[in-house]
């Protein structure tokens, strides 16, 4: 098998807090091919924003932050590298685009001023080039007037016209892998796919991977190939996106979707509701992580933490007895 | 599902808020901001009628226009046949103990400093119901009909979870058995898992306690699955307004189609097609003229431009303002 | 945009520009004097502890403008050593037989700084302002007429015969300063505007709450005779003086000590010891005034001889002096209420109620006169450390007498308004300076500064001021002093002071006289 | 824009209304007047009335306002009774060594804190960021009267390296006059650094938390200039409004600094005219210093509209 | 939702809740660092101001003239003042006021300063007006329009107390104001007014609590700032008045003597100092505390 684009092993990310050490990321792994667009979803605090910037070491790693496991890009170990390396890769190799789209970007420059900074940290350009560069990017990410939109700034955009505009900043150097982390949970529904549209577009056209995060499943049924979902902290399913959506395995994965209110079929049957609340993070059940919110948990779940298994193929899952239940479920259906 | 003759029981009529902005940059001293315009709808008794729309589309101040937290600049409310609009403050306090609201944030829409059970009581207290005794236990009941404890009375907002907190706002709501429950996006900002919690335990509570609602979301899948009635609002005006299931199934505003074509499902292998709209939703200071929508819609034709459409009855109980269908 | 921020960018410098501007201006205006400075050595820098309020002497009563114009106006008689009047621009001074009539015979030549030569017409245009504006001159001159008798004779038509007039003519505060006449008539209230003398040092710069700079008067005529006191020969041996206005005396000390400026006018009591010890200044003390507790006796605990006394009684002055002017040098407890330099007055009857110490007949004297816990209100002025200082030990004094004494210290300005309300106080901490005849003395006055009410002090002054002679007058005053401090007790004397002026050891010639003489010093 | 700013000078009115009539008032209330202490130590009470009538302070309070205010929207401020020179003059004499100082201080307190502040906010938490918090909370608990003093004996008394006192102008040599002032400089200028480094401090963490720090770092922006462009200048607001509120300060502190160092600058000239009652002079100069301050927060708003381009929408 | 009817006594469960938010609200204050040092420093001030008069053998009034001036010793601990009484006497009586002076016109200044921000903010015609008068003041230098105050009041300790109000009430109000102003935009608010609440209630019992926060906060600064600046009106001599000792005053008189008597300024210098530098920590542990979000570590 070709070697994936992105490795990441075993990846655990730490945090020195007041009440002392927190792992926001406790041993997570998956790989994202070339080209593909990997989802990964989860409610708030799940850990998956957290996942997104330590790809690109994001986090202080002076005071803050520590990293464990490996993150290797096209075989590279990124935690190995060093500051200046790194600065090398961000932006140019891997890039990434961030949820609030007015506060992501710098408010006292502008947006040509922004992105010809991308491209000259990266390219060896003379500021004529440069300009010229983003006001093609500009022109890609399907921003009217271009060239009168990069001597604007921020503020004198709309939500949907700076997410276009960090789109064309986490292209400019044409990365092989951008992550999205909640690229459209600002914006409205008519905003939010008309961003969705340019992305896959973009996919398609420039060829780059990407690692979607968002807490929607709808939006990643629309345009993930292949999905990841986070519970606490830890990877509990991941598979083809038809494959989840069609035979979730997780009981989380489960209820979760059977939570989210429906746009076709009978709507008088109730939503399904996943009792409790997540645990805190420096609060983590020693066994399964989901055990206290689970109605299949058993003592074996409250005491020993399950691993992820393979299922079939590339569709894995973290859980003691998810047969069971799928075997339970069928039968309550039949 | 309320039956066909349910009597009304709000009737909203030409509701207009006009915000005048004044700018430093713009010509003309007083530009208005036509937040809502001219927006009318009937709320009849025991249902649930959803207003959607996107950010700006004036859904929220439709809501607080009509308890007067934000005062509106015309229209009538009729509500037992009496405008609440024209009546005093002192009046109004009566209709405010009957039309209750719930709002968005569940963070901020506790005060910090005062624990939840004077909190919801404080609402007994100011439309003076039943005395001291009586008042504390009157919340204790309703705490434990939203799904809390009872000791929880003593704790602070902090001490609750975004979800718990929502409870809590439903519960400050309630507890002067109003008829008329304002929800505004009570459920957004909430995860999933929560947000059916809520969602679930409103619909009980709307049963229980035989509450009217008007629900405000910007999430089309929630609007239609706590909604009996659906009404559209693009850039401050009602576009259409139709029972949930003719919406959902058969929308005609191309407004609305984009819409609900726009809403990503978290299905797979029935890929839609998609009405992708161009551009993005005008600035309200400065809205097109005729239909509000022209600039957007894919069938705009040259009488959108100059004509503001009128509300048509396409159907029993659908409504909708288009050209095309005038 | 760019647009935008070019015009935010020229606003925002126009501003600043205007700001500096303000300071620019100023500086260039400022420039003028301190040139000449920097030419040579032939400067003398002095401290002054505070800004004269103008240099218009004849309109003030300030020891700081007299310091500073007795540089610049010269007088017909001014003071020796002895405080005795010595001609100075007049050549004589003859007194008639009945001693009614002085006459002044000028001396010629004397030229103004503007070049005008003075004449008698000057003269009496200037004596006759100052009589109008000086307190003192006016209730002993009266209705005395100064007359032009020739271009260079001057007399004065007294309605009787007084002992006091030249040593009044000889004053050295308010001092009966000789400018031109066209001058004189433009005087306003506040006083002249244009500062024009015949001393040896002429006005070159006023440079408000900074210095005031003298120059040279080369066409500078000096009298005859050795120079004591004012009086004698005085002669200019520098080229510029600068009297540097510096309120802070610990700035004033260092700036001494690090050679900032030559002289401070105004050693403050408590670094006498430091300055002393330094090798390269020189001390001058300076006999200055005396300090004292007036009492309110027109209203209040204080009408109440028996109370004065028992007061009096209770005082210890050597304390209140010695924690007010901290070294021993700088007071004098030999104590009357004219100065023991002045030995034309001076007499020691009734100083043995002076410096009692004794609580024990204070005590029964308070209760003589009925005296049980009432608030004593003791009023000072927290500008002037020697008064503050001074009553914050009076206080502490009577407090432990078991006097309810309350102290209140104002701003100076605001003391000089309380002072005038009899409501407002009892006993008033405050300080004279030397004057040179009874007359002058303010606390005997019965319209201020206590409301001295007693007949037999305004017979006895009366008397004094009518004397045709010192040596007539005397015997009464003694008589005067006697009762005053034995039975009216009018006020309470704590001791007389000096001031102490210091110098750095380069400072050649210099001496001290109610202030710095700065004529006939010169800098090495 | 220009609106926004004639908006902003025409707000600057009711101010000055207001300080004109604060100070008009704490003049009429204030006891004593110019005329007692122009006559001097040993005048009498029917001298100083006399004088009073003839200088017209008998009139009632309002037309003396009344006069006064016409006279200074003429932009005559009056003049002073004891200086002989109208206020402007006076205010303009001493104007010179207060910006100086102030001037002087402000960059002091610049030079050190802006540097000081964005090294402990770039290594929050270590041993140089306790250190820098140290002296910041110590600098501001010493009043600036203390360290001049201080100062005063260790630099100019003991070891002689400057003048202790004093204030010689531009025109008689750079040297000379910058060691003049390096004094007072340091004393108003190091306590004020301690107020801007914090301020930098804290504004730098809030600003290096942003999201579009985070940005940068993620288009490999080097972590120099994330500091020293994208932070600090997001940074410089807050910094700049303290920075402004320290010149206004600086003003204030003048009073003092100028009495211990002998400067003849307005805090003096205010002083002086407090204690001899020359109300033309106070009253000018509280204007003057009021509108000095308003002016200095409205170049502070202009400077922010350089900075932020939202700023002015 | 399945609920747990727990049988509670309120009252019981109102107790114990309390009990356990005092103890949390007493560890977050304990692992403040920077709060417990400025406690213990101004709690050992406090005791000192309190207590010290009833320690020390000498009156601060009583002045021994012939030992003026002494250097600290075994008899003088820290050494007599120019009127030879005790210096440490002095500072603790010193303590004394000048902790009276900062409290008083902190308290003060945050009652008058609480009322007008309140009433600036919710009656939105007098807040022009309110505001302009503020402006006016604040745009006098703080020490200026001290000195000029004690000019017309008089010099006495409470005038300076008077005075400080005066100065720094605008402050204040601005501070509560601009929060109140943000308070009034936060749902809770509009959630009481949807109730019909009435405006007295909304101020007094929505609004003005959670300006307290802030309030407390810049009444530490307040109070930090008193304490210096009586010192320097004192040391102008525009203060509090002899023979009263203030630190302010104390030093003003030692300013003289700087060289024959140091320690008449290095002492009174260093309380001055420490205490507001207890203060400075209080205040900015009093924010961490109650904003953790500006908590910089």
């Known amino acids: 098998m070709e070697q994936p684009l992105l490795e990441i092993n075993n990846l655990k990310t730490h945090f020195k807090t007041e009440r002392g050490r927190v792992t926001a990321v406790d041993g997570i792994s998956f790989s994202v091919e070339k080209g593909e667009i990997l989802g990964v979803v989860g409610e708030s605090g799940c850990g998956k924003s957290v996942t997104a910037q330590s790809i690109l070491r994001l986090f202080d790693e002076k005071y803050t932050a520590s990293y464990e496991g490996e993150i290797k890009l096209q075989g590279e170990n990124l935690l190995q590298l060093s500051k200046a390396e790194m600065e090398k890769i961000r932006g140019n190799e891997v890039s990434m685009i961030f949820q609030d789209p007015l506060s992501s970007l710098n408010p006292v420059f502008t947006i040509g001023y922004q992105l010809m900074e991308t491209i000259r940290i990266h390219q060896n350009r003379t500021k004529k080039q440069a300009r010229q560069m983003a006001i093609d990017l500009l022109r890609m990410t399907g921003i009217p007037s271009p060239e009168k939109r990069v ?48 992305m896959l577009e973009l996919n398609e056209e420039l060829g780059m991977a990407v690692v979607f995060i968002t807490h929607d499943l ?51 049957q109730k939503l399904n509701v996943i009792g409790g609340t997540v645990p805190a993070l420096n609060a983590i059940p020693s066994g399964c992580r989901f055990a206290s919110r689970c109605e299949f948990a058993n003592d074996l779940c ?33 | 599902m309320p039956n066909q003759q349910a009597e009304s029981i709000l009737q909203v009529q030409g509701l207009k808020k006009y915000f005048s902005v004044k700018g430093f940059r713009s010509k003309s001293k007083n530009q208005q901001v036509k937040a809502v315009d001219d927006v009318s709808f009937t709320l009849y008794k025991g249902e649930t009628l959803g207003l959607v729309g996107e950010s700006g589309c004036g859904k929220s101040t439709t809501g607080r226009a009509l308890l007067r937290l934000i005062e509106p600049s015309g229209g009538t409310v009729l509500y037992n046949n009496e405008d609440i609009l024209k009546k005093s403050p002192r009046e109004f306090r009566k209709v405010q103990k009957d039309m209750q609201m719930v709002f968005q944030d569940p963070f901020s829409s506790l005060n910090p400093r005062i624990r939840i059970g004077e909190s919801i009581k404080e609402s007994l207290t100011i439309h003076s119901i039943g005395n001291r005794n009586e008042r ?64 679930n335990l409103l619909q009980e509570l709307q049963d229980d306690f035989k509450l009217t609602s008007l629900f405000i979301s910007h999430d089309m899948s929630v609007v239609r699955h706590i909604s009996d009635r659906v009404g559209v609002m693009y850039l401050g005006k009602l576009m259409e307004e139709a029972d949930t299931d003719t919406l959902f199934s058969n929308p005609v505003h191309p407004y609305t189609k984009a819409l609900l074509s726009a809403v990503p499902i978290a299905k797979v292998g029935k890929k839609r097609e998609r009405i992708v709209l161009k551009g993005e939703i005008p600035s309200p200071l400065n809205p097109p003229s005729g239909c509000i929508f022209h600039t957007r819609c894919p069938f705009a034709m040259d009488v959108c431009k100059q004509v503001v459409p009128e509300k048509v009855e396409i159907q029993d109980r659908h409504t909708v303002a288009c050209h095309l269908y005038s | 945009m760019k647009m935008k921020n070019k015009f935010l960018i020229l606003i925002t410098f126009v501003l600043l520009l205007a700001m500096s501007a303000c300071s620019k201006g100023e500086t260039t205006g400022s420039s003028t004097g301190s040139k000449e400075s920097s030419k040579g050595k032939s400067e003398l820098k002095l401290t002054l502890s505070a800004q004269p309020p103008t240099l218009d002497t004849v309109a003030t009563n300030s020891v700081d403008s007299a310091t500073v114009a007795r540089n610049v106006f010269e007088t017909l008689v001014t003071p020796n050593g002895n405080f005795q009047p010595t001609p100075m621009l007049a050549k004589s001074v003859d007194l008639s037989d009945d001693g009614k009539t002085y006459t002044f015979v000028l001396r010629e030549g004397v030229k103004f700084h503007n070049g005008k030569e003075m004449t008698s017409e000057d003269v009496v245009a200037s004596m006759n302002r100052w009589k109008e504006a000086s307190v003192v001159a006016k209730d002993l001159l009266g209705d005395a007429v100064f007359e032009a008798k020739d271009k260079y004779t001057v007399t004065l038509q007294l309605q009787q015969p007084s002992s006091g007039v030249l040593n009044i003519l000889a004053s050295t505060k308010q001092f009966p300063a000789i400018m031109p006449k066209e001058i004189v008539d433009k005087a306003t209230p506040e006083g002249v505007t244009e500062f024009i003398g015949t001393g040896p040092f002429k006005v070159a710069e006023v440079k408000q709450n900074q210095y005031i700079h ?33 309120k802070d005396a610990a700035t004033r000390l260092s700036a001494i000590q690090t050679g900032e400026y030559d002289v401070n006018t105004d050693v403050y009591f408590e670094q006498y010891d430091t300055v002393k010890k330094d090798k390269n200044i020189t001390t001058y003390p300076d006999q200055y005034g005396n300090l004292m507790a007036v009492y309110n006796k027109k209203s209040g605990l204080f009408t109440d001889q028996k109370m004065r006394q028992a007061i009096n009684a ?16 700088l007071f004098n407890l030999d104590h009357g209420y004219m100065s023991k330099d002045q030995k034309d007055w001076y007499t020691k009857k009734g100083l043995e109620s002076y410096n009692q110490n004794d609580a024990k007949k204070a005590k029964e004297l308070l209760k003589e006169a009925g005296y049980n816990g009432q608030e004593i209100k003791i009023i000072a002025t927290s500008d002037y450390s020697e008064h503050y200082d001074s009553a914050v030990v009076l206080q502490s004094q009577l407090s432990k007498l078991g006097v309810n004494a309350k102290l209140e210290t104002f701003d100076w300005p605001t003391l000089l308004e309380k002072r005038k309300d009899p409501s407002a106080w009892d006993i008033l901490v405050t300080g004279y300076s030397t004057v040179t005849t009874p007359a002058q003395i303010l606390y005997l006055n019965p319209n201020d500064h206590g409301w001295t009410n007693d007949a037999k002090i305004a017979d006895l002054l009366a008397k004094i001021n009518a004397a045709p002679s010192v040596a007539e007058a005397q015997p009464l005053w003694a008589e005067l002093q006697e009762y005053a401090s034995n039975e009216y007790v009018p006020v309470t004397p704590f001791g007389t002071y000096s001031l102490v002026a210091a110098a750095r050891s380069n400072v050649k010639g210099f001496t001290i006289f109610q202030g710095p003489v700065v004529w006939n010093t010169s800098v090495q | 824009m220009y609106i926004y700013i004639l908006k902003r000078i025409f707000s600057l009115v009711p101010v000055l209304f207001v300080v004109s009539i604060v100070a008009f008032l704490l003049i009429y209330l204030t006891p004593g007047d110019p005329v007692s202490v122009m006559l001097g130590q040993e005048a009498t009470a029917e001298q100083i009335e006399a004088l009073r009538e003839q200088m017209g302070f008998n009139d009632p309070l309002y037309l003396q306002y009344f006069h006064w205010l016409i006279n200074v929207l003429q932009g005559n401020l009056g003049d002073s009774y004891f200086m002989h020179m109208p206020v402007t003059t006076a205010i303009v004499e001493h104007l010179g060594p207060t910006l100086s100082i102030a001037v002087l201080a402000e960059l002091i307190a610049i030079l050190i804190a802006l540097p000081v502040g964005i090294l402990a906010a770039k290594h929050r938490g270590s041993l140089m960021d306790q250190f820098v918090m140290g002296f910041t909370l110590t600098g501001m608990a010493i009043p600036s009267f203390l360290f001049g003093l201080i100062l005063m004996l260790v630099l100019g008394v003991k070891l002689g390296w400057l003048p202790v006192a004093g204030y010689q102008p531009l025109s008689t040599g750079f040297w000379n006059y910058l060691q003049y002032l390096l004094m007072p400089g ?117 400077l922010y509209m350089l900075i932020d381009p939202r700023v002015g929408y | 939702m399945n609920v747990v009817e727990v049988n509670v006594n309120p009252k019981r469960v109102k107790h114990d809740l309390k009990k356990q938010e005092r103890s949390l609200l007493l560890r977050r204050f304990l692992s403040n660092k920077l709060m417990v040092t400025g406690s213990i420093i101004i709690v050992l001030l406090l005791l000192l101001a309190i207590l010290g008069p009833k320690l020390t053998p000498f009156d601060p009034y009583e002045m021994v003239v012939k030992e003026r001036l002494e250097a600290p010793s075994s008899h003088h601990l820290l050494g007599t003042d120019n009127f030879g009484r005790d210096l440490l006497t002095r500072i603790i009586y010193g303590a004394k006021v000048s902790m009276w002076v900062g409290f008083a016109s902190a308290l003060l200044s945050s009652i008058i300063g609480l009322a007008i921000g309140l009433t600036a903010s919710y009656y939105r015609y007098l807040d022009n007006i309110l505001m302009r008068i503020c402006d006016g003041l604040l745009a006098f230098p703080a020490i200026l329009f001290a000195i000029a105050l004690m000019a017309v009041l008089g010099a006495k300790t409470e005038n300076v107390i008077i005075a400080l109000t005066i100065v720094f009430s605008p402050e204040v109000a601005r501070i509560v104001r601009s929060r109140a102003l943000v308070v009034r935009e936060e749902t809770y608010i509009e959630a009481i007014r949807s109730q019909g609440a009435s405006a007295a209630r909304i101020i007094w019992k929505h609004i003005a609590p959670n300006t307290i926060s802030p309030l407390l906060v810049k009444a530490t600064f307040v109070f930090s700032e008193a304490v210096i600046v009586e010192a320097t009106l004192s040391f102008l001599g525009a203060g509090v008045p002899a023979p009263d000792p203030s630190w302010g005053n104390i030093l003003s008189d030692g300013k003289d ?41």
């Open chain 1, 151 to 198: 001597s604007e700034y921020p503020h004198q955009l709309s939500g949907g016209m700076r997410q276009r505009v960090m789109i064309a900043m986490a292209l400019a150097c044409k990365p092989k892998l951008l992550i999205a982390d909640e690229p459209t949970t600002a914006l409205d529904v008519t905003i939010q796919a008309q961003i969705l549209d340019l």
């Open chain 1, 218 to 268: 709808g939006v990643v049924a629309e345009v993930c190939t292949r999905v990841v979902v986070m519970y606490l902290g830890q990877v509990v399913e991941e598979a083809n996106v038809e494959e989840l959506f069609t035979t979730p395995l997780h009981p989380y994965t489960k209820g979760l979707m059977k939570a989210i209110p429906q746009m076709d079929g009978d709507r008088s």
């Open chain 1, 302 to 334: 409250k005491e020993k933490a399950p691993d992820l298994q393979v299922h079939e193929g590339n569709h894995k899952v973290r859980c003691w007895h998810y047969a069971e239940i799928s075997n339970k479920e069928a039968a309550r259906h039949a």
């Open chain 2, 136 to 199: 504390e236990e009157i919340v204790m009941d309703i705490l434990g009909k939203v799904g809390l404890r009872s000791d929880h009375y003593f704790r602070f907002p902090h001490e609750f979870s975004g979800g718990q907190r929502q409870r809590i706002g439903l519960a400050r709501a309630l507890v002067a058995d109003p008829s008329i429950l304002i929800l505004d996006e009570p459920a957004s900002g909430l995860d999933v898992s929560i947000q059916s919690q809520i969602l």
């Open chain 3, 214 to 246: 003298l120059s040279k008067n080369k066409d500078y005529q000096p009298v005859e005779g050795k120079a004591d006191g004012l009086a004698g020969k005085r002669e200019a041996l520098v080229d510029d003086v600068y009297f540097y206005i510096v």
């Open chain 3, 314 to 329: 209770a005082i210890n002055t050597e304390d209140i002096m010695l924690a007010t002017f901290s070294h021993k040098e």
């Open chain 4, 186 to 302: 340091l004393a108003l200028g190091i306590i004020q650094s301690a107020l801007i480094a914090r301020m930098t401090r804290s504004s730098m963490l809030e600003v290096l938390n942003a999201d579009f720090i985070k940005t940068a770092r993620s288009k490999g922006v080097k972590e120099r200039s994330i500091i020293y462009v994208h932070a600090l200048r997001n940074a410089l607001l807050p910094i700049i409004t303290v920075v402004g509120q320290t010149f206004g300060l600086l003003l204030a502190g003048a009073v003092v600094i100028e009495t211990i160092f002998n400067i003849p600058g307005i805090g003096q000239l205010v002083l002086n005219s407090i204690q001899s009652r020359d109300y033309a002079v106070i009253q000018g100069v509280i204007l003057m210093v009021a509108f000095f301050y308003v002016i200095i927060n409205l170049v502070i708003d202009l």
């Open chain 5, 257 to 297: 003597v700087i060289y024959t008597a140091w320690w008449m300024t290095v002492f009174p210098g260093l309380f001055i100092i420490l205490s507001v530098l207890g203060l400075n920590l209080l205040g900015d542990g009093l924010r961490d505390l109650i904003d953790p979000q500006s908590s910089t570590k």
